[in-house]
Structure formats: structure tokens, C-alpha cells
């Protein structure tokens, strides 16, 4: 295993990890994106709420998201090393730099924008992940009319003691769901502001933080070719660097403004 | 002359390599738009020893016609100035302006230490290049060259590679003083061809534990070195080492 350890303390061992760690969130990001995108639905947040319950109860999802606070660690703390070691690569610096002749903004920045999203990952878990599984959320009961498809609901006073599960039954020609309301908590959450603001100005640190590492993860895995580094250019921009930032941004400012 | 330019500069004057430094401005007059900028150098050094009160700015150079990768300097916040693909004995003072205030400062890197004023020594390339840099050719009659075809397009992918002449603009650019682009063309240079593959995975080994020793951060993929290069050598480079390197790690003794 010595090999192993030397291998990935290299100059370039160590871009692999940050290379593999951080492809791996990217992929998080389009399940995230996805599953969130059910807060647009207008059912008073039963398929949103469904889908928390399920991301935080079935067993598979589990294992994949402890491996995702881990990545999310590693790739943290690690990209924090490598700015301080790279840093220490030149300890005289130049009086006159003019990096944006020869390299974008966002790839001389990734330790500043990393960070920036890391605070914003610490106040987003705390504010929803943590409520959500150690606060006091409150449940709420959904009675769907098979015949209407007509949604009333119903809180659930605060104490009760329910699983943290879907409670699913049918019952007088009506699908009743019980489930830990989460909706809620977004919808008043995205009332105030100033996290809106913080919300919209993280997910600009992503786009640009996504706009260089995406394509840049491939060249440190050594995948790069006339053949398909173009199609991975143009992923990078447009899904990773645009598309998902905006949706993910569009959240808080509908419930803001609705 | 008519056209002659007055030219400001701030040069970065260091006595030795445990000297602090400074940064000196120097008035240059009559500087034609025909010199090169390592002979405007030579025209202000003369005048230097003329007046006897400082001694000259010490600069590296060597061929002047681009080839050598012996001069360097940082013009302005870029290694080799402002003009894509030449190095600074093929940058002329026509690419500036009269009354042009101009910022000359050595390569600035913990594996590339001052040794006075502009000169930076840059031996840690060449424990590089001692550690995997070459090929070992057994002594006798050299055989005949057809007897190792190499087809048109991966010779010129080698040569493309093998144009660097390893005067360090890379590492000057880069914002961790990473080397990767030297190694990376030096190891894309030999992978190459045949004559290279008997020493193919440890020289990638060997070149990629030298770089890390001497001190050169690691890579984060901003494009500065090849945007810098003056032989224009590609970032493919880059990831053909890291490919070298991997594959020699895992898949190697």
C-alpha cells in the first residue's frame, strides 16, 4: 500500500483526488438538482416532501450520502492544502501580474470560491439537513381525492411522536400521506432576505467554481483530446457552469417573490 | 534618430541570492524601436559602467534568436513580455510605447532562487531532466533509420513536445510555480517515439519525484504556462504526463 500512499501524495496523486472527489459532487448536483426541482410542483410541497423522505430513509441513498459528506470534506480540506502548498511554491511574489493575459478569472481562484461555497454548504445543511433530521420539523398530513386528484392538507401538531417516514395509506377514497414537512421550512426560510441573497451569490461562486473545475478534473485524470475535450468544454459551461446554478438559484427567489 | 523612444524602467536589483532586493527605476533616452529588449539592457549597462556608480543589471542570455531558453524576465506581470510565442531577446522595443513605464522582474519561484538582479538559477530543471530526462542508446554503428517507422503525426506530436527549450516561462507564469509543463513536454517528447519506451514508466516516476522534490507546486489546469510558452507547447502535455505518471504508478513495478 506504500505505493498507494506515495502515488496520491504526488503533485499529480493529489489533482486525481481532487479530480475524482470533486466529479463525484458534480454528480451529486444533478440528483440535488433534480429532486429539488419538485419544489416547483403545485401540490403544497406532497412531492417534495415525499422525495425527503425518501432520500433520508432508504438505505442505498444512506451509504451514497455519507460518501458525499466525505467527499465533501476531503475536498475541501485538501484544496485548502494544495492553495496553501502551491502558495508556498513562490514566496516572493510579483510586484506586476498580469494573469488575465494568459488564464481565466475563476481557474485563479478556485481556493477563494471554494471556500465561499464552503460557508454556504455549512449554513445550507445547517438550516434544512440538520432541521430536518434533528430539529423539530413538524409533520403534515396530505389526503389526496383518488377520484379529483384535489390535495387538502393538515399539520400535524408539534410533539407528536411519528416515524420518520412516509405514512401511506388509502382511506375513504382518499390517498393519505404523513410526512415531515420540509416545504414548509423552505417556503418561510426563503422569506428573509438576506439568505435569499446569500443563496443567489453562492450559486454565482458555483457557476464560476464549476465553469473551470469540470473541464479542468478531466485534464488532471490526463483525459484530454481534440477528439472530445471540446464536448467536455461545452458540458462544463453550459450545464455545470449555467444551467445548474440557475435552476438551483431560481429556488429561493420563487418562494422569495411568490 | 527620429522614431527613438524614452523609456522608464523598474528593474529588480538583488545583490545575491540571501540579499532582500529592490525594485531601481532607471531613465532610458533613444531607445530605437529596432533593439531588442535585451539590448536596450545592453545599452543602459553600458552607461552603467560608463558612470561608475552602479554595477550593471545582471540578465541572462545566451543565442539571442530565441532557441536557447537562456534569457528570461518578467515584462509587465508576463514572462517573455507582451507579445504570444517569442522570448525576450526576440521581443523588440517596437511592441512599447514612448514614455512606456516597464516593470522588469526575474521569475519568481521557490525552486527558481534569485543569484542577482534578473539571472535565477534554474539548475532544479536540469536535476529534472538527470533524473528521467533521456534515453540510454547502446555504443556501436547507429542502425538504419527506416528500420523504425514512426508515422508522420506522432512525430510531429513528439517534436511539438520536444521544442521546449526549457527556459522556465511555465513556472514564471503559473500561480503555484508548477513545472508541469516542462515535464510534461519532456516525458510527452520521449513517450512518443520508440527510442523512449524502454525507460518509458520510470522516467515518469523519476521526473515526476524530481519535480515535487525541487519544490514546483502542483497544477491546477489555469492554462497560464501554455498561454505563456514561447515555443506554444499544448496543455495535451500536461495530461499526457499525468497518464505517464498514473499509469506508471498503477500499472508499473
Known amino acids: 500500500m506504500n505505493w498507494l500512499i506515495k502515488t496520491l501524495n504526488s503533485s499529480i496523486g493529489q489533482k486525481v483526488i481532487m479530480s475524482l472527489t470533486g466529479l463525484f459532487l458534480c454528480s451529486f448536483l444533478i440528483i440535488h438538482m433534480i429532486g429539488n426541482l419538485q419544489l416547483f410542483h403545485d401540490d403544497y410541497g406532497l412531492a417534495f416532501n415525499k422525495y425527503a423522505a425518501f432520500m433520508t430513509t432508504n438505505p442505498l441513498i444512506k451509504v451514497v450520502s455519507y460518501l458525499l459528506y466525505a467527499s465533501i470534506l476531503f475536498h475541501a480540506i485538501k484544496g485548502l492544502h494544495l492553495v496553501y502548498k502551491n502558495n508556498q511554491a513562490r514566496p516572493v511574489k510579483y510586484a506586476v501580474n498580469n494573469g488575465k493575459a494568459n488564464s481565466h478569472w475563476s481557474s485563479r481562484n478556485m481556493g477563494i470560491l471554494g471556500t465561499m461555497l464552503l460557508v454556504f454548504i455549512a449554513v445550507h445543511m445547517s438550516d434544512f439537513w440538520y432541521e430536518y433530521k434533528f430539529g423539530d420539523v413538524p409533520h403534515t398530513q396530505y389526503a389526496v381525492s383518488l377520484e379529483t386528484g384535489e390535495i387538502m392538507t393538515d399539520t400535524i401538531p408539534a410533539g407528536m411522536k411519528l416515524h420518520n417516514k412516509i405514512e401511506d395509506v388509502i382511506a375513504n377514497g382518499k390517498h393519505i400521506y404523513v410526512v415531515k414537512d420540509l416545504y414548509k421550512e423552505v417556503s418561510v426560510g426563503f422569506k428573509e432576505w438576506p439568505l435569499v441573497l446569500l443563496y443567489v451569490l453562492s450559486m454565482f461562486a458555483l457557476s464560476f467554481h464549476l465553469y473551470h473545475g469540470f473541464s479542468s478534473a478531466f485534464q488532471s485524470l490526463g483525459i484530454n483530446h481534440s477528439k472530445y475535450s471540446g464536448l467536455i468544454r461545452f458540458i462544463g459551461l453550459w450545464f455545470f457552469s449555467i444551467i445548474i446554478p440557475l435552476a438551483f438559484a431560481a429556488m429561493p427567489v420563487y418562494f422569495f417573490i411568490s | ?253
Open chain 2, 1 to 253: 534618430m527620429s522614431g527613438n523612444m524614452n523609456i522608464t524602467l523598474k528593474v529588480w536589483r538583488q545583490k545575491n541570492t540571501s540579499d532582500k532586493g529592490r525594485f531601481e527605476t532607471y531613465q532610458v533616452p533613444g531607445v530605437s524601436p529596432d533593439m531588442s529588449f535585451l539590448e536596450m539592457f545592453d545599452v543602459l549597462n553600458e552607461r552603467l559602467v560608463a558612470e561608475g556608480k552602479e554595477v550593471p543589471i545582471a540578465f541572462d542570455h545566451d543565442c539571442r534568436e530565441g532557441i536557447c531558453g537562456m534569457c528570461s524576465l518578467f515584462i509587465n506581470g508576463r514572462p517573455h513580455g507582451p507579445n504570444d510565442g517569442v522570448t525576450t531577446c526576440q521581443l523588440h522595443m517596437r511592441s512599447f510605447k514612448d514614455g512606456d513605464v516597464i516593470v522588469v522582474e526575474p521569475w519568481r519561484a521557490a525552486a527558481f532562487p534569485v543569484i542577482k538582479d534578473l539571472a535565477v538559477d534554474r539548475s532544479s530543471f536540469d536535476r529534472i531532466m538527470s533524473a528521467g530526462g533521456f534515453i540510454s542508446v547502446n555504443t556501436g554503428n547507429a542502425q538504419d533509420a527506416n528500420n523504425l517507422p514512426i508515422g508522420k503525426e506522432i512525430a510531429d506530436e513528439a517534436f511539438e513536445a520536444a521544442t521546449c527549450i526549457g527556459c522556465g516561462a511555465c513556472v514564471a507564469a503559473c500561480k503555484n510555480s508548477s513545472a508541469m509543463l516542462f515535464v510534461g513536454a519532456k516525458v510527452s517528447q520521449f513517450a512518443l517515439l520508440p527510442q523512449g519506451q524502454p525507460e518509458r514508466k520510470q522516467r515518469a516516476l523519476a521526473m515526476v519525484n524530481q519535480m515535487d522534490a525541487e519544490g514546483f507546486g502542483a497544477c491546477t489546469n489555469t492554462g497560464a504556462c501554455s498561454a505563456e510558452c514561447p515555443k506554444e507547447i499544448p496543455l495535451t502535455v500536461i495530461a499526457r504526463l499525468n497518464r505517464e505518471y498514473l499509469g506508471a504508478e498503477f500499472c508499473g513495478k
